[in-house]
T-cell receptor, first 115, second 113 residues
Framework: AQSVAQPEDQVNVAEGNPLTVKCTYSVSGNPYLFWYVQYPNRGLQFLLKYITGDNLVKGSYGFEAEFNKSQTSFHLKKPSALVSDSALYFCAVRDRVDSSYKLIFGSGTRLLVRP | DADVTQTPRNRITKTGKRIMLECSQTKGHDRMYWYRQDPGLGLQLIYYSFDVKDINKGEISDGYSVSRQAQAKFSLSLESAIPNQTALYFC????????????FGPGTRLTVL
């Protein structure tokens, strides 16, 4: 069965510092991996995705994520955090062999960037 | 994403009432989805539809029904609302293809008293 784990409920970082939001996954085949961000009173916004190829994926708002197959991880990163990055972040996975195209979401990590 | 709209944005109702949440999209996507979000649980899939004639149950379909009126419209109904259906509901769409990225509406906050 597919699953996604976001081990941290909340991540706190100072503005200007690098940030990492962790995600690990479990699928039977090879994964498609996604990161979404949810700002208060808003829907989820697509940030980036991993399909194949380069393990470092660049996305919106300066975010990037690194796919690590051996560690089954897809951590979200940003070199220099902004206060406006404070939001709820969701990792999601879909197994390429799953014909239902079901997307499995993690429980979310709240990022708080302090000035 | 402004291309996916949901109505109403907020709704308070009473136990036993029937309620419908509506979703419209202008992205031209064939695939549409309904999710609910509960604190600490992420998003759970209620129903999904790959075209007008294709409706599928998700992880938590009990107590819900859907209608795909057109390619652009997908409605979620609670026939007899109960308090544990209090949640944030999201509609999403996707266009198929290799990765089938989903795009979400702004959500409907539903409270069942």
């Amino acid at each position: 069965a597919q699953s996604v784990a976001q081990p941290e409920d909340q991540v706190n970082v100072a503005e200007g510092n690098p940030l990492t939001v962790k995600c690990t996954y479990s699928v039977s085949g090879n994964p498609y991996l996604f990161w979404y961000v949810q700002y208060p009173n808003r829907g989820l916004q697509f940030l980036l995705k991993y399909i194949t190829g380069d393990n470092l994926v660049k996305g919106s708002y300066g975010f990037e994520a690194e796919f690590n197959k051996s560690q089954t991880s897809f951590h979200l990163k940003k070199p220099s955090a902004l206060v406006s990055d404070s939001a709820l972040y969701f990792c999601a996975v879909r197994d390429r062999v799953d014909s239902s195209y079901k997307l499995i979401f993690g429980s979310g990590t709240r990022l708080l960037v302090r000035p | 994403d402004a291309d996916v709209t949901q109505t109403p944005r907020n709704r308070i109702t009473k136990t036993g009432k029937r309620i419908m949440l509506e979703c419209s999209q202008t992205k031209g996507h064939d695939r549409m989805y309904w999710y609910r979000q509960d604190p600490g649980l992420g998003l759970q899939l209620i129903y999904y539809s790959f075209d007008v004639k294709d409706i599928n149950k998700g992880e938590i379909s009990d107590g819900y029904s859907v209608s795909r009126q057109a390619q652009a419209k997908f409605s979620l109904s609670l026939e007899s609302a109960i308090p544990n259906q209090t949640a944030l509901y999201f509609c999403a769409t996707s266009g198929g293809g290799v990765t089938d990225t989903q795009y979400f509406g702004p959500g409907t906050r539903l409270t069942v008293l």
